[in-house]
């Protein structure tokens, strides 16, 4: 089995930042892609970006996440980063992080692995 744990979630202001971390471990390996998505009250879960684990770390967005959000890795620490800026009461959810086998996966249907989540609150 893959295991994947969130941290960093909390509240913040409008206009403020958070990083959240994925610590990943078993099962996954580097040929994985680890991707965030979230997940707001009475909402589908959404992609947020993804990022391979494995050679120059390709990294993918969300159209409406691009310039606010980066995703990042640190392979020593088999940890996967997400740093939001620029946060507004619209990204309010539940964030969480996942592994996919498919290169670069944009679809929630195939990831495999997930984390329990982590709640980020923005206020107005």
């Known amino acids: 089995q893959g295991q994947l744990v969130e941290s960093g979630g909390g509240l913040v202001q409008a206009g403020g930042s958070l990083r959240l971390s994925c610590a990943v471990s078993g099962r996954i390996d580097s040929s994985y892609t680890i991707g965030w998505f979230r997940q707001a009250p009475g909402k589908e879960r959404e992609f947020v970006a993804a990022i391979t684990w494995s050679g120059g770390g390709g990294t993918y967005y969300a159209n409406s996440m691009k310039g606010r959000f980066t995703i990042s890795r640190d392979n020593a620490k088999n940890t996967v980063f997400l740093q939001m800026n620029t946060l507004s009461p619209a990204d309010t959810a539940v964030y969480y992080c996942?592994?996919?086998?498919?290169?670069?996966?944009?679809?929630?249907?195939?990831?495999?692995?997930w984390g329990q989540g982590t709640q980020v609150t923005v206020s107005s």
């Open positions: 996942a592994a996919s086998r498919y290169y670069g996966s944009t679809y929630s249907s195939q990831y495999t692995y």
